[in-house]
């Protein structure tokens, strides 16, 4: 199994230019969250969500969105780039109890300069 | 919302033990510890649920105090590879918000 995959792994943008980051995962988990990590830093969540069409906002949502069409998928969308989102973004899913761990895919490091 | 974590920082000498504490102000349902080291993605390591018992596996164990809203992480005879910065995680309920802690970073030197 591939797990929690992140693509892509580096990125640098411009200030005011648009992404998607891409997370995808084949273990069939309901949950699946994003976070932001700056360094020297802990994790923030942005963004989660419990299943297929359902997204709620986490600590730090401002300057990103999300959608979940699909179990398997959950982009995150950076609009209007700023250099406050430098930072590393770690994708992680879950099955839907309390009793089960993340899953973390392996980051994407992005760039706004 | 964020829980704090003690110590910030901690250097050990191979054998030897630690404990980092995870605090709350809200009351808590679960709390994960996890480990990350330099560069890499956070790696699970427990989870300890309300009304569960103290768990551990090999020289790594905790416990979880649900009326203080506090867990600690135990490490026994600390060993060269438990380098890296734990985090706490923690929520109220599942398919709620999740908050990890504020990071210790742990050293064991030789």
């Known amino acids: 199994n591939a797990g929690v995959t992140q693509t892509p792994k580096f990125r640098i943008l411009k200030i005011g230019q648009s992404m998607t980051l891409q997370c995808t995962q084949d273990?069939?988990?309901?949950?699946m969250y994003w976070y932001r990590q700056d360094p020297g830093m802990g994790l923030k969540l942005i963004y989660y969500s419990v299943g297929a069409g359902i997204t709620d906002k986490g600590e730090v949502p401002n300057g990103y969105n999300v959608s979940r069409s699909t179990t398997e998928d959950f982009p995150l969308r950076l609009e209007l780039a700023a250099p406050s989102q430098t930072s590393v973004y770690f994708c992680?899913?879950?099955?839907?109890?309390?009793?089960?761990?993340?899953?973390f895919g392996d980051g994407t490091r992005l760039s706004i300069l | 919302q964020q829980p704090v974590q003690s110590p910030q920082a901690v250097i050990l000498r191979e054998g030897e033990d630690a404990v980092i504490n995870c605090s709350s102000s809200?009351?808590?349902?679960?709390v994960h510890w996890y480990r990350q080291k330099h560069g890499e993605a956070p790696v699970f390591l427990m989870i300890l649920l309300k009304g569960g018992e103290q768990k551990g596996h090999e020289k790594i164990s905790a416990s979880f105090n649900e009326k203080k809203q506090q867990s600690s992480l135990y490490l026994t005879a600390s060993q060269l590879s438990y380098s890296g910065t734990y985090f706490c995680?923690?929520?109220?309920?599942?398919?709620?918000?999740?908050?990890f802690g504020t990071g210790t970073s742990l050293t064991v030197i030789p």
């Open positions: 992680a899913s879950r099955k839907g109890d309390s009793n089960q761990p993340q899953h």
């Open positions: 995680g923690t929520e109220k309920g599942a398919g709620n918000q999740f908050y």
């Open positions: 809200k009351a808590l349902y679960s």
């Open positions: 273990m069939n988990h309901n949950y």
